[in-house]
């Protein structure tokens, strides 16, 4: 069995970690970026599905086509990040199965229910955005989830050729420097579950 994390490194994931509000002007190359996919490709997913797919908005020409679909309240702060991530899933996953995963008739099996499809890329894309986040917090970077924006416009102006679905969308980058903020109230271990 492999050994605990040390301390200082749940701190870094989970205890420590907050979402990022305010950005250093330290760059994000691309080749950072490469080794934080190398990451998150390695977590798992139901038969090795893996349906996330991810673009990476990192020039200012590409974020200020993104403004229109924001919600006011994330402009400035989703805006402002390094790197935008938009965390999106591939409906037609499945045509990759064949090299994924050695299961005879997985494909076709996916392929014929709409359904079950979108669900499982829903799902997995989800998790492997999960991922994201987190190895991106393993690599030092600051992360900040965002919700609040137009699917569709998000769709039409970067996703229109490929298919692919946005989920959530991202901000990477390095924090500015300063204390972090008080950690919001989570809810206790009795309130949020069950073990039967």
């Known amino acids: 069995m492999p050994e605990a994390l040390d301390e200082a490194s749940l701190d870094r994931l989970f205890r420590e970690a907050r979402t990022t509000r305010r950005w250093s002007s330290r760059p994000v190359g691309t080749a950072l970026l490469a080794s934080l996919y190398d990451l998150v490709k390695l977590g798992p997913t139901s038969g090795n599905t893996t349906p996330a797919r991810f673009v990476f908005l990192t ?14 309240g994330n402009l400035e702060p989703c805006l402002s990040a390094p790197v935008i991530a ?21 494909r076709d099996w996916f392929a014929a229910d709409v359904g079950l499809s979108d669900e499982t890329a829903f799902r997995n894309g989800t998790l492997q955005g999960a991922y994201l986040i987190m190895a991106a917090r393993a690599l030092g970077l600051g992360v900040a989830p965002f919700s609040g924006f137009d699917s ?32 919001a109230m989570r809810l206790g271990f009795d309130e949020a579950c069950l073990v039967l």
């Open 86 to 106: 938009l965390v999106c899933h591939d409906a037609l996953f499945f045509e990759h199965l064949p090299r994924l995963n050695s299961e005879p008739g997985l």
């Open 152 to 183: 569709f416009a998000v769709e039409e102006t970067f996703l229109e050729e490929t298919g692919w679905r946005i989920n959530f969308i991202v901000g990477l980058g390095y924090p500015e420097e300063g204390p972090s903020p008080p950690r």
């Open 59 to 72: 020039s200012d020409d590409m974020k200020a086509r993104l403004r229109p679909a924001l919600s006011q």
